[in-house]
């Protein structure tokens, strides 16, 4: 039954704050490689194992083929294999760094021939049954199944291990990622097959020492650019030294690996472990050395496999085109539900009319879960005995729409959708800055809650971080129903609304087709709505131009980067025995599987290779420097990955506040170009560390409130040039008097810092 108000309602947002920002409106915040290319008692984690635990012989056939590299004969004799345990192994833990299972990672070792032939590059993800993070209480580790459908590992995590009392001096950091590629970088990441040198910088992870258990520390290597998929990588540490200056001796695992020695002493597999990777290390080893890398000094190296592009894509891209098969030209169905009146411009300045519609769309998931109890299946993608995706019905959506005053004017209106901030809600903005743009820029503005990324969503995330280990897969894959229902709504704003319109029950009229212009249609989106929104512009096949606000990627760079992850850090703490090492790991897990929607597996073909059956698309990226939330570390990543130059002002004005590592520098204005914009809030740099930036006044969602923003984005929109707005640089110095100061600089001081 369609209820009509002619208040305005109450609106609460109850958004939960995390990396991307639960921004609610303007006065309302919440807290070389181609470079384009608690209790007291807790639970010790399964990590910190002897690396000699065995499984059952069936257990071993569950978890990887029995295969083994070619070992020539005659250059060692051959110890006894351990039963069960990994095939390079012989046992669930690597001792090439012993006391931490899983470490390095992630690494080759667990990558095998995929047995059951439904990986379609005929790789396997395959960790032993104790290889991966034991939560608090469990009896058993994380289950390795939850990855046997990976041909590889993320192309956009850190790669990580452990060198106890290790320190990163002469390491690349942010600030200059062009000393990793430096013949003397003590850290090397190359691709194998053609010894091209990777862009990274080089985090340590620090932890508190334990007595009695190992050095918690990690060394984080973090590439600057996505990685190729398909690709093998090695990575090599060299020369890294502690505290005094001495350097940090390898593990005697590695050493006997690097010096071609039999392993003086250690468990039998350790010893089966040294004899079964000869061959291989023979490969790497050779091929650093083609890059000038000797082996002699190595701390250790190992390889890794990225995953296939198929592998990454395909679900989302079978749900797009499954879904809008079933919608067809027109969208989806949908009925009014609700509608809100401002008959009195004092009530809402902007916004003439609310509209809540709830639309009817294809469901691919095992269910559309809005709770989630403990003992509750979790919702995973629905796919049918051969792993295609299968429709399961249909669900309900609810699509909030802003009728703007400006239609009285008789103007046409072009159409814009808004993304919300993480575990938001599709209201965001709509007494702020989204009414403002719909009212001052002729736009039907309009927006859904991202499903499974939304605010009844936070509850599922809280489970996996306590060491529900399947929400690692449920939590992303609900994500991919979410975008698709994103494209879905813009689907049905540019067919049947454009075509009929909307009409109440008595058939007056709430949104006249008459003052929609279809032809516009744009994407916008702030915080999480910026960072999942390169992968809908990456995937719609409606939209062409986008504009991302504060975004970034991958989330394993961003969440440990962000003041709002610290909640769910203890969450996870308190979920893994309050154990860095096991933290990094889950991380790394999430990370694999959120590939698949997230932009780290999209944002590359924005614009150049786009996805089949998509069309080219281009953004811009409004970014803060020293974003509190959204480190823009991460859109810095991004904009290498869509190839988007840094833009600057016309000749003879000032610029960009600095030069930014891989992406060239374009004046406006441009054309048929992506591109970065900065602005600046007189802050500090973002740390070296792996933590937030907490330096002044947070920046987040000041960008949005500028009016240069505003501008740029209109004309892009409706054009597809993007132009200088700004006064000189882009920025705001607050609490000087500044003539250049961007109009809405105070305005936005005064409601997020003050």
Not at 252 to 271: C, I, K, N, Q, Y
Not at 573 to 583: E, S
Request: proline residues 7%; negative net charge.
């Amino acid at each position: 039954m369609m209820r009509r108000l002619v208040t305005i309602g109450t609106w609460a947002t109850l958004l939960m704050p995390v990396v991307a920002g639960c921004a609610t409106d303007d006065a309302s915040p919440t807290g070389v490689v181609d470079a384009s290319g608690s209790g007291e008692d807790v639970s010790p984690s399964a990590l910190d194992c002897d690396c000699t635990s065995e499984v059952s012989a069936a257990e071993e056939t569950a978890a990887a083929p029995d295969t083994l590299p070619d070992i020539p004969s005659d250059t060692e004799t051959a110890p006894p294999r351990p039963d069960g345990g990994l095939p390079l192994l012989g046992a669930d833990c690597d001792p090439i760094v012993p006391g931490h299972c899983a470490l390095p990672f992630p690494s080759d070792v667990f990558l095998v021939d995929d047995p059951t032939g439904r990986n379609k590059s005929g790789k396997s993800v395959r960790f032993g049954q104790t290889t991966l993070p034991t939560p608090v209480g469990a009896e058993t580790a994380c289950p390795p199944d939850l990855f046997f459908d990976h041909d590889g590992f993320s192309p956009s995590q850190a790669a990580m291990t452990n060198l106890p009392g290790a320190t990163t001096a002469g390491c690349a950091t942010p600030h200059n990622i062009e000393r990793s590629l430096d013949p003397s970088s003590p850290t090397v990441l190359i691709e194998a097959e053609t010894g091209t040198r990777v862009p990274h910088w080089v985090e340590l992870q620090e932890a508190p020492q334990v007595d009695g258990e190992p050095d918690r520390s990690l060394v984080l290597i973090r590439p600057a650019v996505v990685l190729k998929t398909s690709t093998r990588y090695i990575v090599a540490i060299r020369d890294l030294t502690d505290e005094s200056g001495a350097p940090i001796a390898p593990s005697p695992v590695f050493r006997a690996l690097r010096d071609g020695e039999a392993l003086a002493e250690g468990t039998p597999a350790a010893r089966w472990s040294v004899y079964a990777r000869r061959g291989l290390y023979d490969d790497i080893f050779k091929r650093l050395g083609d890059i000038g890398v000797s082996s002699s000094g190595l701390q250790i190296a190992w390889d890794y496999t990225t995953a296939s592009r198929d592998n990454i894509q395909r679900h989302a891209l079978s749900m797009r085109d499954k879904a809008l098969a079933v919608v067809g030209a027109d969208g989806p169905t949908f009925v009014v539900k609700e509608v809100t009146e401002y008959l009195d411009p004092n009530q809402s300045p902007d916004i003439l009319r609310r509209i809540e519609l709830v639309m009817t769309v294809p469901l691919f998931l095992t269910n559309a879960s809005s709770s989630f109890e403990e003992t509750d299946p979790l919702d995973r993608l629905n796919l049918d005995e051969s792993g295609e995706l299968a429709q399961n019905g249909t669900m309900d959506q609810e699509v909030l729409i802003l009728v703007p005053r400006s239609v009285e004017t008789g103007a046409k209106h072009g159409l814009l959708q808004n993304g919300h901030g993480l575990f938001g809600q599709r209201v965001e903005g709509s007494t702020g800055f989204l009414a403002r743009a719909a009212n001052q820029h002729h736009y039907i503005a309009f927006a859904t809650n991202f499903f499974g990324f939304d605010k009844v969503s936070s509850g599922l995330a809280a489970q996996g971080f306590l060491g529900r280990c399947e929400v690692v897969k449920s939590f992303p894959e609900r994500q991919v129903q979410g975008m698709v229902n994103q494209l879905l709504a813009m689907r049905m704003m540019i067919g049947r609304v454009a075509r009929d319109g909307i009409k109440d029950e008595s058939g007056a009229t709430l949104l006249d087709p008459s003052w929609v212009d279809a032809a516009v249609r744009a994407y916008r989106g702030d915080s999480q709505g910026g960072i999942m929104g390169a992968t809908y512009m990456a995937l719609s096949t409606d939209v062409t131009r986008g504009l991302l606000g504060e975004p970034g990627m991958p989330y394993n760079l961003l969440l440990q980067r962000s003041v709002d992850f610290l909640k769910y850090d203890f969450l996870m703490n308190m979920g893994f025995g309050f154990n860095p090492v096991a933290n990094q790991l889950v991380l790394g897990m999430v990370q694999m599987a959120w590939d698949r929607i997230e932009p780290a597996g999209f944002a590359a073909h924005i614009e150049h290779d786009p996805l089949p059956g998509t069309p080219s698309h281009r953004v811009i990226l409004h970014v803060a420097r020293g974003d509190h939330q959204v480190s823009s570390l991460g859109a810095h990543i991004m904009a290498r990955s869509i190839g988007a130059p840094l833009l600057r002002a016309a000749p003879g004005e000032a610029g960009v506040w600095e030069s930014i590592y891989g992406l060239e520098e374009l004046q406006a204005p441009v054309h048929d170009r992506s591109v970065l914009v900065e602005y600046d809030f007189g802050l500090e740099p973002n740390p070296d560390e792996n933590k937030a930036n907490t330096d002044g006044c947070d920046p987040h969602d000041r960008v949005r409130m500028l009016a240069p923003s505003y501008a740029q984005q209109d004309a892009f929109f409706r054009t597809g040039e993007i132009g200088w707005f700004c006064n000189e640089a882009c920025g705001c110095t607050d609490g000087e008097i500044d003539p250049n100061e961007e109009e809405g600089c105070e305005e936005s001081y005064a409601a997020l810092c003050k």
